[in-house]
């Protein structure tokens, strides 16, 4: 039966040993098998044999597949940066091997390029602005379990100073007035105290919304102690009013500026306006003063055309060319700009050619930039679901925000529908969920 560590000889009858929390706690601290028997009754006594045995079984098992890895954290410093991650636990596993590549499909090839007992890990003195793949797969003895899927990251190329207050800027399409929307999500009456249930719990320094026409009037009661700073086709900027005041031209004062444009153009009392990128589509921007340190920031909501086609990505990239050329026009004195809206495209698709414009332009995904990032792999589009829709590689982002990496710190990317347990909480006030980053400017 087994090396035997104990004998307990019992006089009388044999007692009748049942489990207890007890002999429980025991097998699990010590990881071993207690085994009791007697011998026969026709023995004077009861003869209790306690056996500790290890568990061959388990040793033996084979770990099962690595659960989905989550980015934590990342940093930059001088010319190397970090990347923070953690991952599930896996069934039977002792340890944890590594798998780090810049290609996706060579993350499968590559060596083991870290050891860890622990779930979690940070690798450091990786390259600036540089894309990796990771893997992860558990270990147990000569065992070894199937590899996560594989999830991608950029490292943080560059960031400013970080001298100015952080201010948070949140993009959202709130799917307020198309016939699908009602029909998805109902009237905006149903939807509305939610929506501003999320500004007064997150207060965002800026509000940048597209299919926003619902809040067209800019009455107080649209966003309360908000201040809208330009509205046109749909698309809204409002900011906090305790934090931002949008910049005045001539004699107007901030209470003249009312941030409704009757033409795509920039204004007359005041520096915001509207920019056509043909094909109707448009963008808002507004001028706006930080009222704690005088600085000033250009912000941008902007919708773009949406398809998966090769011919609407084209179409994307046309208007993302003349955004910025027309941003770079609106801002001689060079202020730092942000650019929030919904993009209608992602990294996972092979077309999503206008980052590329976005980059030639010096501008950079706030996601590639945070120091922290919230909820990455969950879609940004809800498709009025409140299941989140889980995408591995790179979460599906088509609402985004692009800021100039050498003048900006990211501390913080979240993907920041409210949630009721592992569920979006309901109801849903959009079929877009809100993105919500944190950025120091410079």
């Known amino acids: 039966m087994g090396e035997v560590t104990k004998v307990l000889r019992l006089a009388g009858p ?16 010590s990881r071993e098998i207690i085994v009791w028997s007697r011998v026969s009754a026709a023995l004077a006594g009861a003869v209790l044999v306690v056996g500790l045995f290890g568990a061959p079984a388990e040793a033996a098992a084979k770990p099962s597949k690595v659960g989905l890895i989550t980015f934590t954290g990342a940093s930059l410093s001088g010319t190397k940066a970090s990347l923070s991650l953690r991952w599930p636990a896996a069934r039977n596993a002792r340890s944890y091997e590594l798998f780090i590549s810049p290609s996706y499909s060579g993350v499968l090839k590559a060596k083991v390029y870290k050891r860890t007992s622990k779930t979690s890990i940070t690798l450091a003195g990786l390259k600036r602005g540089a894309t990796y793949f990771i893997t992860v797969r558990g270990v147990n003895g000569s065992r070894k379990g199937a590899r996560a899927s594989r999830v991608g990251r950029t490292t943080i190329v560059s960031q400013g100073s970080g001298a100015h207050a952080p201010r948070s800027v949140t993009t959202w399409n709130l799917c307020s007035e198309k ?3 009602v029909s998805g999500g109902g009237a905006w009456s149903r939807r509305q105290a939610a929506f501003q249930a999320f500004v007064k719990a997150r207060k965002p320094s800026v509000l940048a919304l597209q299919e926003s026409k ?3 009037s800019g009455r107080p009661t649209a966003v309360p102690d908000y201040t809208r700073a330009a509205y046109y086709s749909s698309k809204s900027l409002f900011v906090d009013s305790s934090v931002y005041g949008v910049v005045t031209k001539g004699d107007a004062t901030r209470d003249e500026i009312d941030g409704t444009l009757r033409e795509c153009r920039e204004a ?4 915001y306006g509207c920019f056509s990128l043909g094909g109707g589509k448009y963008a808002v921007w507004a001028e706006v003063e930080d009222l704690a ?7 941008v909501s902007v919708h773009l055309t949406s398809g998966k086609s090769d011919a609407a990505a084209r179409t994307r990239c046309t208007e993302v060319t003349r955004l910025v050329d027309a941003v770079a026009k609106a801002n001689p004195d060079g202020l730092p700009v942000v650019l929030a809206g919904d993009w209608n495209s992602h990294r996972n698709r092979s077309n999503d050619w206008q980052a590329s414009v976005l980059r030639g332009a010096g501008y950079r995904d706030a996601f590639d930039l945070a120091r922290s990032v919230g909820r990455q792999h969950h879609n940004s589009y809800n498709d009025w679901e409140t299941y989140p829709t889980t995408s591995v590689t790179w979460g599906d982002h ?3 925000v692009w800021v100039v990496p050498g003048r900006s710190v990211v501390s913080r990317w979240e993907n920041a529908a409210p949630m ?4 979006y909480a309901a109801p849903l006030v959009s079929d877009h969920n809100p993105v919500l980053v944190r950025v120091s400017l410079d």
């Open 14 to 29: 044999s007692p009748r040993l049942a489990p207890t929390s007890c002999w429980e706690a025991l097998g699990e601290a």
């Open 398 to 400: 088509v609402d985004k």
């Open 179 to 181: 016939s699908g929307c």
């Open 268 to 271: 007359d009392d005041g520096r």
């Open 420 to 423: 009721a347990g592992t569920r």
């Open 293 to 299: 340190t005088g600085q000033h920031v250009v912000y």
């Open 214 to 216: 619902v809040l067209a």
